[in-house]
């Protein structure tokens, strides 16, 4: 019931493509839904975020698509860069702040 | 700027030895956790603090303990370290309510051997 399974493994896409991610999740206390990004050498850095009261949320080239009822949500890249290739966590949270990750998505975007 | 800090970017310790890893945060924030990263399973929690002095276990706590003796400090305590403790080790923070975001240090690689 804590778990967030993350989808795929591993990405290959071309600069200018589009990157999807998926993440699904079963506890429905879950109240808030981030993405973290890791460059090597890093420790990850909130991305973007989102409240399963929105179902869209965009930031420049990053959107999160919520859907409550399915219990997923993913991470969609447009137009994605060479400078894009870092490996992205989808996470979820409960209402005190304990964040549980999925098992990462290594993103590399080809020139 | 802030700032999650972690004491050792690497640290090399033999088995059964006793470690120590320590994490400080500048933000005032109440929560504080320890994550063990490794490839293939993600960010796995092994303690957390919502206070001074309180503790929580993760979904990994066993041959770890933590200290938080004050706000902005929460160590990782390896009582006999072994090899399947070889890790990367990242610290984060956030506040308590609001469900916001969590910062992470830049991360321990601790090898024992």
């Known amino acids: 019931q804590q778990q967030v399974k993350q989808s795929p493994q591993s990405l290959i896409v071309q600069k200018g493509g589009i990157s999807i991610i998926n993440c699904a999740y079963e506890?429905?206390?879950?109240?808030?839904f981030p993405w973290y990004q890791q460059f090597p050498g890093k420790g990850p850095a909130l991305l973007i975020a989102?409240?399963?009261?929105?179902s869209e949320k965009k930031e420049g080239r990053f959107t999160i698509s919520f859907n409550k009822s399915a219990k997923q949500f993913s991470l969609h890249i447009m137009d994605s860069q060479p400078g894009d290739s870092a490996t992205y966590f989808c996470?979820?949270?409960?209402?005190?702040?304990?964040?549980?990750f999925g098992k990462g998505t290594k993103l590399s975007v080809k020139p | 700027d802030v700032k999650v800090t972690q004491s050792s970017r690497y640290l090399v310790k033999r088995t059964g030895e006793k470690v120590f890893l320590e994490c400080v945060q500048d933000m005032d924030h109440e929560n504080m956790f320890w994550y063990r990263q490794d490839p293939g399973l993600g960010l796995r929690l092994i303690y957390f603090s919502y206070d001074v002095k309180m503790k929580e276990k993760g979904d990994i706590p066993e041959g770890y303990s933590v200290s938080r003796e004050k706000k902005e400090r929460f160590s990782l305590i390896l009582e006999s370290a072994s090899t399947n403790q070889t890790s990367m080790y990242l610290c984060?923070?956030?506040?308590?309510?609001?469900?916001?975001?969590?910062?992470f240090g830049q991360g321990t690689r601790l090898t024992v051997v």
């Open positions: 996470a979820a949270s409960l209402s005190q702040g304990n964040l549980i």
């Open positions: 989102i409240r399963p009261d929105v």
């Open positions: 506890n429905t206390a879950f109240d808030y």
């Open positions: 984060a923070s956030s506040r308590r309510q609001g469900r916001g975001e969590a910062f």
